[in-house]
């Protein structure tokens, strides 16, 4: 069910009042180059994106928007327009005119809009002029307002006061709305963004009971690949599930027009496989990591079983003997792994496959373990398997199988389900590759959505009109020479918006600092200005070794 928010028009395009969530995306092009962003905006509308939105970084990108919406105006289907605000509440004011919706970051405009919750501020922090009057401006032009708060630019005082968890991203946002509504503005739209994909889900379901504005719904940072699409998956899948998301980004480190395929396959893998929000089983999220409740470790993959009736138990050190559901009552004594080998095409489905085997009669002791597939797409019964899943009191192991980029994308929203509900403890996938590829593909997407880390954990933004060097693929090479380090974070920034905010929670990083230029950090602080991109990857190598 959805949550039926306030509707807010953004150009002629509908945010929220229960609305089907809206496709946006922004232009990874230098904004003042009108005909290469235009171009841009057109391939991202032809793959889906009803909203556009522009990074404003300077004078010569703000002189760019009377052409671009213009052409944007023109278009057989308008398209509405979006300007990126950052550091300049004038530069806000100024591109009004000329766009649908102005994006403003409370993180790196006013240090303290209100100070009602976290104490006094100083003098030069309480000048609301500005602010106030964005507000007043954009109720009397009709023009939407997004309060867009990003994990990484979080301002200092709401650092110093209340970290740059959950509550800080809330409160951040609140200020700001605060300001608007004593102005009488309402057509608001927020964002509480991190890297953290469980840290998104907690602070958007935190505000969606706090205020009824519509919630613009994405990953900061999700990085791309696999666990890009699994953070994305989480961040973006789970609120999509529960009816909270009433427009999405899913922000890759790849061109843009790579996330609306992805976008669009979210919105289509919309129903939910356990009950949205549900924690029953015997795993339960703590932060990014998954700790079991119970001896058994997990989770974690298993190559697919292909040939013979026997697997290997990593726990226990044995091999255990798979049996099929209708075998089950002819044996006894032996543990074994119970397959069930049925296509179910529901959540539904599955339940009523579970209620024979553990219900009537009940499971005997003598499993030892319970291999699933996933359902189909078609919906209903979520509840049900919710409940079913909950009394099985025996390790799962779960089995994906995908040939498709629209399955894959559905079977990680899946898992991202199972693991919040603590109903995961295995992964077999199967994509079509080798026991190895595919080994090494369930790794990803477990390492994507929090449950423990094998490789290199990499935060890479999506690129956009501020970016001077090309992020996807510095963040390649980093990947590929630093990516096979268990525990390692490390931080692939464009641009100083989030970059710095970003590298205090990785081992090292770089952040764009101009034209082919990076700024090289390790532990959140900045060792080397002015490295070329082409040297950075190796540069990032020996700041590893020197520690």
């Known amino acids: ?134 507000f007043r401006d954009a109720s009397a032009r009709k023009k939407a307002v997004r309060v867009g708060v990003n994990q990484g630019s979080l301002s200092r005082r709401i650092v110093d006061h209340l970290g740059t968890g959950v509550d800080a991203l809330v409160e ?6 605060r300001v608007a509504e004593e102005e009488g503005f309402d057509d608001l739209v927020i964002s509480l963004k991190s890297s953290n994909p469980w840290e998104v889900v907690e602070a958007n379901r935190r505000m969606a009971g706090t205020c009824d504005y519509p919630l613009h719904v994405g990953v900061t940072e999700a990085g791309f690949g696999l666990q890009g699409r699994a953070r994305s998956a989480v961040g973006v899948g789970l609120l999509l599930r529960q009816g909270l998301a ?30 949205p929000g549900a924690r ?18 997990g989770p974690h993959t298993r190559t697919r079983i292909g040939m013979g009736d026997r697997i290997h138990d990593p726990v226990a050190g044995t091999a255990l003997r798979v049996v099929a559901q209708d075998s089950l009552q002819s044996l006894s004594g032996e543990p074994v792994v119970l397959r069930v080998d049925a296509a179910p095409a529901s959540p539904g489905d599955l339940a ?29 019964g979520d509840a049900a398997l919710t409940e079913a899943l909950a009394r099985v009191d025996v390790p799962l192991t779960w089995e994906v199988s995908v040939r498709s980029d629209t399955d894959l994308i559905r079977a990680l929203m899946d898992v991202a389900q199972l693991v919040e509900a603590g109903l995961l403890q295995r992964l077999e996938l199967d994509r079509g590759g080798t026991s190895d590829e595919d080994r090494d593909d369930a790794l ?21 009109g501020r970016c001077r060097i090309d992020v996807p693929r510095l963040a390649a090479e980093v990947r590929a020479r630093l990516g096979a380090r268990e525990g390692l974070t490390i931080g692939v920034m464009g641009c100083v918006v989030n970059g710095p905010g970003e590298m205090q929670g990785a081992d090292v990083g770089c952040v764009g600092e ?34």
Not at 172 to 177: F, G, M, N, P, T
Not at 447 to 455: A, D, I, S
């Open 1 to 134: 069910m959805r949550r039926v928010s306030r509707k807010v028009t953004v150009g002629g395009v509908a945010i929220g009042g229960g609305d089907e969530p809206v496709l946006q995306s922004m232009t990874s092009t230098p904004t003042h180059d009108v005909d290469a962003t235009w171009d841009q905006i057109l391939r991202l509308h032809e793959r889906g994106a009803r909203l556009a939105r522009v990074a404003l970084p300077d004078r010569r990108s703000l002189r760019a928007l009377p052409s671009l919406r213009t052409r944007c105006l023109a278009h057989a289907t308008p398209i509405p327009l979006i300007a990126d605000i950052h550091f300049s509440l004038a530069m806000a004011l100024e591109a009004m005119p000329f766009v649908d919706k102005v994006r403003v970051n409370p993180g790196n405009l006013l240090e303290a809009p209100r100070s009602r919750e976290l104490g006094s501020t100083t003098p030069a922090h309480d000048d609301l002029g500005s602010l106030r009057k964005l």
């Open 172 to 177: 951040s946002a609140l200020e700001y709305v």
């Open 246 to 275: 009433d427009t999405i980004r899913v922000s890759l480190a790849e061109p843009p027009e790579e996330e609306m395929p992805v976008a669009a396959a979210m919105i289509a893998a919309i129903r939910p496989l356990t009950v």
């Open 280 to 297: 029953v089983g015997r795993a339960a999220v703590r932060g990014v990591q998954i700790r079991a409740a119970s001896p058994h470790r």
């Open 352 to 380: 009523a496959i579970l209620e024979d085997l553990v219900v009537s009669p009940k499971l005997p002791r003598f499993v030892s373990e319970v291999q699933l597939p996933l359902p189909g797409g078609r919906p209903g």
């Open 444 to 464: 990803d997407i477990l390492q994507g959505v929090g449950t423990g880390e094998w490789r290199a954990h990499l935060i890479a933004c999506p690129q956009c």
């Open 514 to 547: 101009g034209p082919g230029k990076v700024a090289l950090y390790r532990r959140g602080v900045p060792v080397t200005h002015g490295v070329p991109v082409e040297e950075a990857a190796e540069r990032l190598e020996e700041l590893l070794r020197g520690d």
